[in-house]
């Protein structure tokens, strides 16, 4: 598979046990991609001698994760090598790309990045898509979620009313590691029945986020810094953190900018409306807030938003939250 294939197809391939050399994991969703790598480990059922897991943060870890990979696995098929939080620097980023090259057929090596997407400067991440092993959890949608759901519970053994997926969706957010562990409480609840109502789905949600993440970006939009700091700090409450957020912020202020010069290109509201993915549920107001900001403050803050995600991956003695809460308040006008 010389291309980004998405997480599913590399979870039917495992179970065909076959296994690429690397995988480069990228993706807002880290509930996911954490789930993406325990299927992994699963897959391989490698022991704790052919196992080896770094940190990113860690000085060296580049270069150790290369060598654990050049290691020959030991009275074993395979080795994994699982370097997390490969927020690497360009050096690193080239000690991984050199490896990948010609990485050992024997070994695994799986690199998760808490960056919603790869550079295309990341000459690890090229060596990875090139292997057929990049990785992206794309962001679902509200009708995506819910559709995901029925199917998981189809595959479980019962049918989720389209009615209770909603409500899951809408009290758990759309982060697929957090819906499929309230899922399979769902699927013990209602084991015999065939079936599970939107009262059944009400009476085992255990988690529910206090916070919804996409309301951050949209105070992000209409320029309400009291509300996006508050959001913002609650998210961080909640376990979110400043590389998740940060794209989301970026992915706001892109969409206004993208918005003003589709309709200054002659594009009608309702076309760029769809163009854009936004959610009338949602985005009623979104053309009004983009109103309201001139063009050149919107590539500022874009601008702002690369030179931070810069920043925090080269200057370890940020606070990368703090960093976060300043660019947010200059985005919506307040500094």
């Known amino acids: 598979m010389a291309f980004d294939a998405p997480p599913a197809a590399h979870a039917k391939e495992w179970a065909k046990g076959a296994f690429l050399p690397a995988y480069y994991v990228f993706g807002e969703d880290e509930q996911a991609k954490a789930l993406f790598v325990d299927e992994l480990k699963k897959r391989l059922g490698v022991d704790e001698f052919n196992l080896t897991e770094l940190s990113g ?9 290369v060598s654990a990979a050049a290691t020959p696995p030991m009275f074993s098929d395979r080795r994994l090598v699982v370097l997390r939080r490969a927020d690497l620097g360009a050096p690193d980023l080239r000690i991984i790309a050199e490896y990948l090259r010609d990485p050992l057929a024997s070994s695994v090596l799986c690199m998760v990045s808490p960056a919603a997407w790869a550079d295309a400067k990341d000459p690890a991440a090229a060596a990875a898509k090139s292997l057929g092993g990049l990785v992206t959890f794309r962001p679902l949608s509200d009708e995506d979620a819910a559709r995901r759901l029925r199917d998981e519970a189809k595959r479980l053994g019962f049918t989720l009313e389209p009615e209770a997926a909603e409500l899951m969706v ?54 309400d810094a009291a509300a996006a700091v508050k959001m913002l700090h609650a998210l961080l ?30 594009v009608t509201k309702d076309q760029a409306f769809f163009k854009l993915g936004l959610k009338p549920r949602w985005d009623a107001a979104f053309f009004d807030w983009a109103e309201k900001v001139k063009e050149p403050q919107l ?20 606070d990368p939250a703090l960093e976060l809460e300043t660019l947010v308040l200059k985005a919506c006008g307040k500094g």
């Open 57 to 65: 943060d860690k000085d060296g870890a580049a270069a150790e994760a």
């Open 170 to 223: 809408e009290e758990s957010g759309t982060e697929w590691g957090v819906l499929r562990s309230e899922l399979q409480k769902v699927s013990l609840y209602v084991q015999g029945k065939g079936k599970a109502t939107p009262e059944d789905a009400a009476g085992c949600l255990g988690w529910r986020r206090r916070t919804n993440v996409w309301d951050f970006p949209r105070a992000v939009q209409r320029r």
């Open 237 to 266: 409450e909640e376990g979110e953190d400043a590389y998740s957020l940060l794209p989301k912020v970026r992915s706001a202020l892109s969409a206004q900018l993208k918005a003003k010069r589709l309709l200054k290109a002659g």
């Open 299 to 318: 590539v500022k803050g874009l601008r702002a938003c690369l030179d931070l995600e810069a920043d925090i991956k080269s200057k370890s003695w940020l």
